[in-house]
T-cell receptor, first 114, second 112 residues
Framework: SQQGEEDPQALSIQEGENATMNCSYK?????LQWYRQNSGRGLVHLIL?????REKHSGRLRVTLDTSKKSSSLLITASRAADTASYFC??????????????FGAGTQVVVTP | NAGVTQTPKFRVLKTGQSMTLLCAQD?????MYWYRQDPGMGLRLIHY???????AKGEVPDGYNVSRLKKQNFLLGLESAAPSQTSVYFC???????????FGPGTRLTVT
């Protein structure tokens, strides 16, 4: 079952623009993570935000977390062609039998055109 | 460090054939995972392991078996392949808990 759902499913922007994608989830979490997947490659971890954090930055990435709305957003500023990829959110559910079994969403496909 | 490696990268099987996918990690991670990725469905957990000699079922375990005889290796077996198992398979590893996972490059499997 997918805990996280990304929105939009696809996003097309021009270089230099900002890209924003959202993730909604259903149950309480320990943390939420964002991953990037380039075409034909494995997923690469971008950033982890814990349930007691509201915002986190890493380079051109900004992640927010609103636990009351069970949602998160990933902002990529000043996008580059190299940011073209699929972006996935993954949640670590706060369950009694949870041992770190992440639940991934279906992803947002981002295309950045020069 | 090689990180997480997977072999083979590509494979075509006929229905009913068997095969084993190998995952190896050199980061001394306790936890290892096998996922499958299908279009529009994100990643689904097949089996996982929280340590050498232990394995457990994930979300979609039917038709697959796994073994973790050594800490650094996690094998995924298909005993009798079916077309529904056509997918891209990813192995991942992590330290204990819901920490970041490190992924291999994937194995693209086609069952005809």
């Amino acid at each position: 079952s997918q805990q996280g759902e990304e929105d939009p499913q696809a996003l097309s922007i021009q270089e230099g623009e900002n890209a924003t994608m959202n993730c909604s989830y259903k149950t309480s979490i320990n943390n939420l993570q964002w991953y990037r997947q380039n075409s034909g490659r494995g997923l690469v971890h971008l950033i982890l935000i814990r349930s007691n954090e509201r915002e986190k930055h890493s380079g051109r990435l900004r992640v927010t977390l609103d636990t009351s709305k069970k949602s998160s957003s990933l902002l990529i500023t000043a996008s580059r062609a190299a940011d073209t990829a699929s972006y996935f959110c993954a949640t670590d559910p706060e369950l009694t039998d949870s041992w770190g079994k992440l639940q991934f969403g279906a992803g947002t496909q981002v295309v950045v055109t020069p | 460090n090689a990180g997480v490696t997977q072999t083979p990268k590509f494979r075509v099987l006929k229905t009913g054939q068997s095969m084993t996918l190998l995952c190896a990690q050199d980061m001394n991670h306790e936890y290892m995972y096998w996922y499958r990725q299908d279009p529009g469905m994100g990643l689904r957990l097949i089996h996982y392991s929280v340590g050498e000699g232990t394995t457990a079922k994930g979300e979609v375990p039917d038709g697959y078996n796994v073994s973790r005889l050594k800490k650094q290796n996690f094998l995924l077996g298909l005993e009798s392949a079916a077309p529904s198992q056509t997918s891209v398979y990813f192995c991942a590893s992590s330290f204990p808990g819901g920490n970041e996972q490190y992924f291999g490059p994937g194995t693209r499997l086609t069952v005809t």
